[in-house]
């Protein structure tokens, strides 16, 4: 096979992971960001083709099999278009854009003239995660009847190299926040049980966190067979929270992310049946990255434009309802 030649667009945390993950698995890979520091960091990690300072010098400048697109989500529809209409295929950090315009511009764009495309919602990779959808759709807990996500990190945490300030995930303006960045289990729940017929939320900044954009959102989604799903996401809980609890009608399934572990109960008891895992966080990366390389080969992705663009729909939905007070029917 020839060597595929990456074009990673933002070389921060997420772009020079993206740049060490492919060139491992024998990419060549070149790397666009507006600051020079940190395209030097970046070419410390691995060999770097090519350095610029924006993408549109970078496209006419080489020839790329794709696009790994890892910049503030203001800016991903254009620079997702800006690689299909080069008919380059795009892997794109979630979340699709801002809004569910934006998103629906994408997926028009992309049915109109298909090139090969995988949306980064990472945890779908994560082995404890796989292994819970792939438990409940054997039904292991009977039927369905309660899901709680909750999703909380302090954004101090997050980069301890840089001020929390300077993150984009402080800026309304270039996407960040809670309800935008924690999307990735909005995405969850879509793939785990289909669209909710309706939703409240309340999207909050309640914390003393020094950011323009929301920190806090609960939401309480309603589905038709009769199951409920509740969500906690916040940018500003220590120790910091990732689980999942499916309560169903024979028992109950909780995965944590650290302890990282999956734990099944069926008993009054509660004699818990683990599942341990040693997988590091690195991994799930690398998993999408290597089905990203086999799209490129004429696999079907997992994760598209139209799963994101799911997810923005439900998001505008929450965002609604914070609004009015209302619960409101997902569009």
Not at 36 to 41: I, P, V
Not at 44 to 50: A, F, T, W, Y
Not at 89 to 95: A, I, N, T
Not at 200 to 224: K, N, Q
Request: proline share 4%; hydrophobic share 40%.
């Amino acid at each position: 096979m020839t060597e595929r030649h990456l074009l990673i667009v933002g070389a921060g945390s997420a772009g020079r992971r993206h740049l060490k993950n492919f060139s491992n698995l024998g990419c060549r890979v070149s790397a666009v960001d507006p600051r020079e520091d940190r395209l030097r960091e970046a070419g410390r990690d691995c060999q770097l083709s090519g350095r610029y300072a924006d993408l549109d010098h970078a496209l006419t400048e080489e020839s790329y099999d794709a696009v790994v697109i890892c910049s503030p989500p203001r800016v991903h529809v254009e620079q997702s278009l800006a690689a299909m209409n080069r008919g380059i295929g795009v892997f794109l950090e979630k979340p699709v854009g801002l809004d569910a315009p934006s998103a629906q511009r994408l997926l028009d764009a992309w049915r109109a003239r298909p090139v090969p495309a995988l949306l980064g919602y990472t945890w779908r990779w994560w082995p404890a995660i796989l292994d819970l959808k792939s438990d409940l759709l054997s039904g292991v807990v009977g039927r369905v009847l309660h899901v709680r996500f909750v999703l909380s990190a302090h954004l101090a945490d997050w980069h301890p190299w840089e001020r929390y300030q300077d993150f984009f995930m402080s800026s309304r303006q270039e996407g960040g926040g809670a309800l935008l960045d924690e999307s990735h289990f909005i995405d969850l729940m879509l793939w785990f049980f289909g669209m909710p017929d309706a939703v409240t939320g309340s999207v909050e900044r309640l914390s003393s966190l020094e950011i323009d954009t929301d920190d806090t959102v609960d939401a309480r989604f309603w589905y038709p067979d009769g199951l409920r799903v509740s969500m906690h996401l916040d940018i500003y809980g220590r120790p910091h929270d990732r689980s999942i609890t499916v309560v169903g009608d024979r028992g109950t399934m909780a995965w944590t992310y650290d302890p990282n572990r999956l734990r099944l109960g069926v008993t009054p008891a509660g004699d818990w049946t683990d599942r341990t895992y040693s997988s590091e966080r690195n991994e799930m990366f690398v998993s999408a990255a290597r089905e990203f390389l086999d799209v490129m080969s004429g696999r079907r992705a997992s994760c598209t434009f139209e799963d994101g663009y799911r997810v923005m729909r439900v998001i505008e939905s929450i965002r609604e309802s914070s609004k009015s007070g209302q619960r409101v029917a997902v569009r």
